[in-house]
């Protein structure tokens, strides 16, 4: 085996030499009782070696830099404020309760009537009762009782059994003095105390037929009295007692909308009918020219109704001034 020091020497003496090679360095020193061999460079950096030739690390070409340009978005536009769209109705659902009419505007009279507890209800419609009952001599001679169809002693005897159990169906059954919404088209005395209620209470009720399709609206006539300011609340109610929950069906205007979108009849009590069927084809011709219509064509029955349904409609709001 040749020592590479060796060979480089041999080389070295040669005096023709023309090539040569340098000796072997270590780079590290020598350690005692250990052979160094030279050993050719791999590339792999010796860990113990803190004088070894650090190679740069490639660094990959840098994309060229883009300059960030923040666009200002535009002031928007503000948008035309949209007509307001038309009142949308809902279905009526009607409650399960039956109600009595005396119980009808009674927050009005004592506003914590609603929290109050069964038996303190008890107390307040028979309160109510009786302030209704108190009132039907002065109402009757002001609010020309007798043209609406009442009479004193089919309003005393109405009213004179709720002044003792309020508006309790139960007892007002057992006294036979329960309300019967249904009769309210055929039977005068019923439709005079439903009358009378709204005129003392200063609200409107509006009873619903669904198979005949019909909404007749009480009073016959609005109060007329000092302070009056028109009807204080609307009480949507079915022809079989319930009440009905409003579905947006608040005041007089929402009831002729939704008549007119829905394919309803407005109708006023028959005391109003009665009282017109007496006038003859000229004079309600006369009273449609008075209320403010543009003609009062047709037969009798067409005029009756035609006055009678502007009436009404003036009454809630919707056409003309309030009659």
Known sequence: ??????????????????????????????????????????????????????????????????PIVVKTAPAPTPAPTPAPAPKQFKSLEAMKMIIDPIVLGIE????????????????????????????IDELYKSQGGRSRGWTKAMLEAAIRPRCASGGNLYELKAAKCLFLWQMLSTDKPTSGFLDFLCVVKQIQVAVWNEEKRTIVVYPAAEYIGDGYTGPRALY???????????????????????????????????????????????????????????????????????VAGFKLKSRLGAVGPAV
């Open 1 to 66: 085996m040749v020592h590479w020091n060796e060979l480089s020497d041999f080389i070295k003496s040669n005096p023709f030499q023309t090539y040569s090679v340098k000796s072997v360095e270590l780079s590290v020193p020598e350690r005692k009782g250990v052979s160094h061999f030279p050993i050719l460079w791999d590339g792999t950096p010796d860990p113990d070696d803190t004088n070894e030739l650090v190679l740069p690390v490639p660094v990959p070409a840098t994309a060229p830099k883009v």
């Open 108 to 135: 009005f009279s004592d506003p914590l009537y609603d929290a109050a507890t069964k038996m303190s209800k008890r107390e307040m419609e028979i309160k109510e009762a009786q302030l209704c009952e108190s009132r």
């Open 236 to 306: 949507n109610i079915s022809n079989t007692g319930h009440m009905l929950k409003s579905g947006g069906v608040r005041t007089g205007k929402d009831l002729v909308t939704f008549a007119s979108k829905y394919s309803w009849t407005l109708l006023p009590p028959s005391s109003v009918i009665h009282t017109l069927e007496k006038l003859t084809i000229s004079e309600l011709e006369t009273i449609g020219k008075k209320l403010g219509m543009a003609e009062v064509t047709g037969s009798k029955v067409e005029r009756i109704a035609a």
